[in-house]
């Protein structure tokens, strides 16, 4: 299995972990203690739709990585969303997103394995890269 293209192995440990009703939220718990910054940031957030968000962007993440247009245009749309003029989320947080949804995944992730780490990684850089690119 650890031999599957990045885009492939990132899918499946997603599709494992949100098997979990419970991923998501430990994710948030976590991302959202590791500052009172980011804390703040999240105040005002509605989770049962920032749960679903989320499902729906790590899903967007691999589409975007493979090239497909309507994953680049929603990750762009998402990028917008996140500069310094709409939520303002600084390039900083972004290596402690990356982490703490990756400690979160480990966690849920039963087939868990250091080639489907890098592919999170993988995924998840070409995303912030693009997201910062963008701030």
């Excluded at 703490?100 to 995924?123: G, K, L, N």
């Amino acid at each position: 299995m650890d031999d599957l293209p990045p885009k492939d192995l990132f899918l499946q440990s997603v599709a494992r972990c949100t098997a979990s009703a419970a991923f998501i939220p430990a994710f948030y718990d976590r991302f959202t203690s590791a500052s009172d910054e980011i804390r703040a940031k999240f105040r005002f957030t509605d989770f049962e739709q920032q749960n679903k968000a989320l499902k729906r962007s790590l899903e967007m993440c691999a589409f975007a990585i493979a090239g497909t247009p309507e994953a680049l245009a929603e990750l762009t749309a998402r990028a917008k969303t996140h500069d310094r003029d709409h939520l303002n989320i600084e390039p900083r947080f972004y290596d402690i997103w990356v982490d703490t949804i990756i400690e979160t995944a480990a966690e849920y992730d039963d087939q868990w394995s250091d080639a489907i780490e890098a592919a999170w990684r993988r995924v998840l850089s070409h995303v912030v890269k693009h997201m910062i690119r963008k701030y």
